[in-house]
């Protein structure tokens, strides 16, 4: 009984990883104007309430829905060949979401209040700067979270349990995500760049195709129990996990 329980919460931690996608992809689908070059429009964009939405809903609550599924791949990868590279790679992509969690917390409550100060007639808030800890959280967070998902993506190639083809998709999705859209969008325009909410969409494609294995996977093993007990009358319960 305690095994079934625990896959149940396994699936459905794999759910949020689609959803999770999905949320990121819509909270970055609208580019932030440049707050250097175009002060005034920047400002009326970050104090619309839609910006605080798609951040409180879309950017913050899609990673907290991206640390749950990754926890949950992280436990259904575990009893895979690939268990101890699936095992770190959970744990450094969890670490990298909830360092990147500081800056998006900040940007969503903070950058508000800036561009109401500047919008009210106060043109020098422009000028505040973040402490360089706040930087260096930033950057160490997208690296780990970078790094920890391209070794996700590999463990699930070489899972021998789920589509390799749904390992690849996730290690594409995620050098376009972080690479060619978070890291080049700051390196260039300094806002985000088409790039993002498209990898943010391969992320969501990349979790459906996971989650929809393993429920195929599961039922299939659930049958083929079925099957073996109506003919051996046995009537134990064995792991649904891989």
């Not at 260039?188 to 989650?211: E, K, M, R, S, Y």
Request: glycine share 12%; hydrophobic share 50%.
């Amino acid at each position: 009984m305690r095994s079934r329980l625990s896959v149940k919460w396994v699936k459905a931690g794999l759910v949020t990883l689609p959803a999770y996608g999905l949320l990121t992809a819509w909270s970055s689908i609208k580019a932030q104007p440049d707050q250097t070059t175009d002060p005034e429009a920047w400002a009326q964009f970050v104090t619309s309430p839609s910006y605080l939405a798609s951040h409180l809903i879309g950017s913050t609550g899609g990673t907290i829905l991206a640390i749950f599924g990754v926890f949950a791949l992280g436990c259904y990868l575990a009893p895979a060949s690939t268990g101890r590279l699936a095992l770190p790679a959970m744990v450094v992509t969890v670490l990298g979401h909830a360092l990147l969690m500081v800056p998006a917390v900040i940007s969503t409550f903070a950058t508000p209040a800036l561009g109401r100060a500047y919008l009210s007639g106060m043109p020098d808030v422009m000028q505040v700067e973040f402490p360089d800890a706040l930087t260096g959280t930033f950057l160490l967070g997208l690296l780990l979270a970078l790094v920890g998902n391209l070794l996700l993506g590999v463990a699930i190639w070489r899972s021998g349990t789920l589509p390799k083809g749904a390992g690849g998709l996730w290690i594409v999705s995620a050098l376009i995500f972080y690479v060619l859209g978070v890291v080049l969008g700051l390196a260039t325009t300094g806002a985000t760049l088409p790039t993002q909410p498209l990898g943010a969409l391969l992320v969501a494609g990349a979790g459906a195709w996971i989650a929809g294995s393993a429920f195929r996977r599961d039922s299939a093993a659930g049958a083929a129990r079925d099957y073996g007990r109506g003919s051996t009358g046995d009537t134990s319960h064995g792991s649904f996990l891989p």
